[in-house]
């Protein structure tokens, strides 16, 4: 039996690929709106290292925002990394939350001091991560090509995780990719062949 190809899969799973990705991107923007309209102030509620009260940014971080220009930054790279995380493991709810609270937690541990996280490129860069460990890892066509438009298309990502922007979370970047490889390697050992199910 052949393995289907990426088209085939797309259409077959439209719903499950599609919507998980495209829903969590509605509610980042549907939030940013409400802070921009209510005096909400929600970006107090990112991730604040080492701080008790700041853990539960690891949840609500990759939701807010530094207004919409950060928000559109992010989006784009969601969708997609989203859909093709989606696609080629069929695991994204799995993907998403270990990203979430792996690289999450990684942040609260070795951000800086007095700072506040927030934005979903950190679940952007364990998509990224993701799919390139998977791809390599799991020996599945697919995979393996997802990977490779990963690293063509998002290779420039990896000057994000270095110090260089003072305004830019380098750790939730790296935290995030770091995330993401573990994902990565967890999920293909579960689908090598001979792995039990």
Do not use: K
């Not at 993701?130 to 066509?141: I, K, S």
């Not at 697919?142 to 305004?167: D, K, Q, S």
């Amino acid at each position: 039996m052949t393995e289907p190809t990426l088209r085939e899969e797309l259409r077959r799973h439209t719903g499950r690929v599609l919507l998980p990705p495209v829903l969590l991107v509605a509610l980042m923007w549907v939030i940013e709106i409400g802070d921009l309209l209510l005096p909400l102030r929600l970006d107090a509620f990112g991730i604040r290292p080492r701080q008790l009260d700041g853990l539960w940014g690891v949840l609500t971080a990759p939701f807010l925002h530094l207004g919409f220009a950060h928000l559109l930054a992010n989006s784009g790279a969601f969708l997609v990394l989203g859909v093709l995380v989606g696609l080629v493991s069929g695991r994204f709810w799995t993907v998403f939350a270990g990203v979430t609270v792996l690289g999450g937690l990684g942040t609260w541990l070795i951000g800086g001091a007095g700072s506040v996280h927030v934005g979903a490129s950190g679940v952007v860069y364990g998509f990224a991560a993701f799919l390139v460990a998977y791809g390599l890892a799991a020996r599945r066509v697919g995979a393996a090509l997802a990977a490779l438009v990963v690293v063509l298309l998002y290779g420039g990502l990896a000057a994000g995780i270095l110090p260089l922007n003072p305004f830019v979370s380098w750790q939730g970047h790296l935290c995030g990719a770091v995330a993401g490889v573990v994902v990565g390697l967890a999920l293909a050992r579960r689908r090598a062949p001979g792995a039990p199910h």
